[in-house]
């Protein structure tokens, strides 16, 4: 029997990046079976089609790889290319994805979100470019939860995710592949290796955190196997279902050990820490921080010297929420340089129109258009490439560039866990007002403007709005305000600020000291303190 009877579950919406709940709601009869058959009804079926699919291994990901496979198979799918032991990288998916033509792929995680039995899973399907499913797709998916009637699952064992090879399935053939060796191959394709391996070699010292997450595997291959780099360079190296207790976001708050070595006495020159399922990135020199938007900035300056741009860039695009460091660079090398939304999705149909070669998010997410996903390890190459060609510490490097293009100073505060309905009615106060503040003055600074984000993608036309909250002050200041779509509790509330300093002074100050007016003004403007209760954020980046 593959047709079993079910009925809609309530809250199977799909947010910025897939599905994520706790992984007990996951786990409950019918949850995991309901969403991915109406993913498949969605996309108009798998007959004849050929899709990838892995995870980041966190707890419940083999038991969901092997209904999928089941799934798939009663649906009509040609093959699934499964990476061993139902692990795979998110960016290292979306290369399988466009490497072999696939029809698209389901990626098992929850991003940066803890791993566990009391945590959170997720589940999100990839397009056939490689990239997140667009807004049309996932409000197909949500469309179809709702309604769904059915689901069809072959009854037979469990595939086996271990062995290398093609194996039968009813009539679909499964493919297990190695999941490193595709990945490690293009990123050797893009990077200068033997550069790279003669840093390593002139003593050259890094150390690469790993938080017992996925990329693990793929950065012991890349650094330590292929380049040269010293045992032990890769730390947490493992992928661990509960990734060993950590918090795998790769922050200053959660990345705390990396983050005590790099500001120690006997620091290594470079630093850097990945995420849960692979496409997210924190970069350190000896001493030295590096913000995600500044690193975006410094990606996109250096380009050129890296094998794989040294024709230049196309362009660049940030989300909104992320500084206009990058804005300033592009202005200066002439580039065109794209504002969206949240979401990695929005970055699809401009590299694909060949409108963009890099893009960033300020919440650690740098990617390039040799994927349609934000890569974690691909930005580490960038930076140990650009370190390797211009002979200079990340210290010396961010000094540089601060003092050609100014700094933006600039911070994320995330309130999480908030009651959802207090969080909504707290913007909702907000929107009822932004057509009245500009002109007020607070802490010293004049609000210019303030909008509610909507944004026109300019290859296809189409239209999201109510994407996050702006209030603009003259001189380049601003706040921005919006719930996140990738917690799995409440509602998140994501405070970005931002205070422009043109230099040639004031380029070294701590950032939350310099944010100071803005942290102040925001508070006397939205109340959040006062309506939440909260007296800090949880996390500060």
């Known amino acids: 029997m593959t047709r079993h009877a079910t009925q809609p579950i309530d809250g199977q919406k799909p947010g910025t990046s897939g599905l994520r709940k706790k992984t007990r709601v996951f786990m409950q009869p019918n949850y995991l079976e309901n969403f991915v058959q109406s993913t498949v009804d969605a996309i108009g079926g798998l007959r004849g089609k050929t899709l990838v699919l892995g995870g980041d291994g966190r707890y419940f990901g083999r038991e969901a790889a092997s209904t999928i496979l089941k799934m798939a198979a009663a649906n009509g799918a040609a093959r699934v290319i499964v990476g061993q032991g139902a692990l795979l990288s998110t960016p290292a998916a979306s290369n399988l994805i466009r490497q072999r033509q696939a029809d698209g792929g389901i990626i098992l995680s929850a991003s940066h979100n803890p791993g566990g039995p009391d945590e959170d899973f997720g589940v999100k399907y990839n397009s056939a470019n490689g990239g997140p499913a667009p807004e049309s797709i996932t409000s197909a998916i949500h469309k179809r939860t709702q309604e769904i009637s059915e689901y069809h699952l072959l ?16 009539e679909m053939t499964v493919e297990v ?19 790279l391996r003669d840093v390593f070699k002139s003593g050259f010292r890094m150390r690469m955190d790993s938080m017992c997450a996925i990329t693990g595997p793929y950065a012991v291959e890349i650094f330590e196997n292929r380049l040269g780099a010293p045992a032990g360079t890769v730390t947490h190296g ?18 705390h050990e990396l983050m005590d070595e790099m500001m120690g006495e006997d620091a290594p020159d470079f630093g850097a820490a990945s995420d849960g399922d692979g496409d997210r990135n924190m970069i350190l020199g000896a001493g030295t921080y590096v913000s995600p938007s500044d690193s975006f900035a410094v990606l996109a300056a250096n380009a050129h010297l890296v094998p794989g741009y040294k024709d230049g860039l196309k362009g660049v695009a940030r989300s909104m929420p992320t500084s206009a460091a990058a804005d300033r660079v592009a202005e200066a090398l002439g580039l065109d340089c794209y504002e969206t939304p949240t979401g990695w999705k929005f970055f699809g149909n401009l590299m ?12 650690f997410g740098t990617g390039s258009d040799h994927v349609r996903e934000k890569d974690g390890l691909w930005a580490v190459l960038m930076w140990l490439n650009i370190l390797a060609a211009r002979k200079m510490s990340v210290a010396e490097i961010m000094a540089d560039h601060f003092a050609r293009y100014g700094r933006n100073y600039y ?29 007020t003055q607070v802490e010293g600074l004049t609000v210019e403007s303030s909008d509610e984000f909507s944004y026109t993608d300019p290859v296809d036309g189409s239209v999201a709005e109510g994407q996050g909250f702006r209030i603009l002050f003259e001189g380049g200041s601003r706040v921005v305000l919006r719930l996140s779509g990738t917690g799995t509790e409440g509602a998140t509330l994501r405070v970005y600020l931002e205070r422009y300093a043109p230099g040639p002074d004031g380029l070294d100050h701590d950032p939350q000291e310099a944010l100071s007016p803005i942290i102040r003004a925001t508070e006397a403007l939205v109340g959040i303190r006062e309506r939440t209760g909260r007296e800090k954020p949880d996390v500060i980046t």
């Open 155 to 170: 009854d037979a064992a469990d595939p086996d995710l271990d062995s290398l090879g093609e194996t039968p399935l009813g």
């Open 177 to 195: 592949v190695d999941p490193v060796s595709a990945y490690a191959d293009l990123m050797e394709m893009i990077f200068d290796f033997n550069a």
């Open 238 to 255: 493992t992928p661990l279902p509960d990734f060993g207790g950590m918090h795998p976001d790769p922050n200053p708050t959660w990345a």
């Open 352 to 363: 694909d129109a060949g409108r963009v070669s890099l893009c960033g998010e300020e919440s």
């Open 411 to 439: 911070s994320r505060h995330d309130y999480e866990a908030l009651p959802t309905e207090q969080a909504e009615a707290m913007l909702g106060d907000l929107r009822s007002r932004l057509g009245e503040l500009k002109g």
